[in-house]
């Protein structure tokens, strides 16, 4: 069972990455965020992948992850029924993570029908299958997750004003804690004091 790969990049899509390992090549299945940071090292580099490796009947898939948080993800949204590891990937493509997770604690089945491929019944299946492993998984990577649609706007402005959006996240959510009844831009203003002493 292959859990992580490191080696030369050869090629990248958005769909797939080959690396070179000691001169074999390995064709692994990517999402979208993986992607985009695969794009930013560039081929010939040397770079590693948290892989999740899939068998099936006559096949042997591998599923390549930028960071463990999103291996992890994935190996939780497979556990849904209905959810294979080719829609898993969609759903990690349609989302950022955290969003993603925030939506699943949330029960948020409006905001994941959003995503390519997952009707109403099956956004419905991942928040009852998932609400309780999320939980857990967000507390695991000490993840905060977002309470409502205001702290997703205020993540997302801070994102727009060029902060990551992990600091963002936590910003937000030190700020909620600190003023849980204030309005959106007195949360965005402390927000921004609190990411201007990092």
Wanted: glycine share 8%; charged share 25%.
């Amino acid at each position: 069972m292959i859990g992580f790969l490191k080696g030369t990049l050869l090629q990248c899509t958005p769909e797939r990455a080959l690396l070179d390992v000691q001169g074999v090549g390995y064709a692994v299945l990517i999402p979208l965020p993986t992607f985009y940071e695969l794009e930013n090292v560039g081929s010939d580099q040397v770079v590693g992948l948290f892989i999740h490796t899939h068998v099936r009947e006559g096949a042997i898939e591998l599923f390549g992850f930028w960071n463990e948080k999103e291996k992890l993800l994935f190996e939780i949204l497979i556990l849904v029924s209905g959810i294979g590891p080719k829609l898993a990937r969609v759903i990690l493509s349609g989302m950022p993570s955290e969003q993603l997770l925030t939506a699943l604690a949330a029960g948020d089945t409006a905001r994941l029908a959003t995503i390519p491929g997952i009707g109403k019944k099956t956004a419905e299946r991942m928040v009852v299958d998932l609400k309780d492993k999320v939980q857990a998984l967000a507390k695991e990577m000490d993840q905060p997750l977002l309470a409502d649609e205001t702290e997703t706007d205020l993540v997302q402005a801070l994102v727009n004003l060029g902060y990551k959006e992990s600091l963002a996240l936590r910003a937000v959510s030190k700020a909620r804690e600190q003023n849980p009844e204030a309005p959106f831009h007195e949360l965005l203003r402390l927000s921004l004091r609190l990411l201007a002493r990092v």
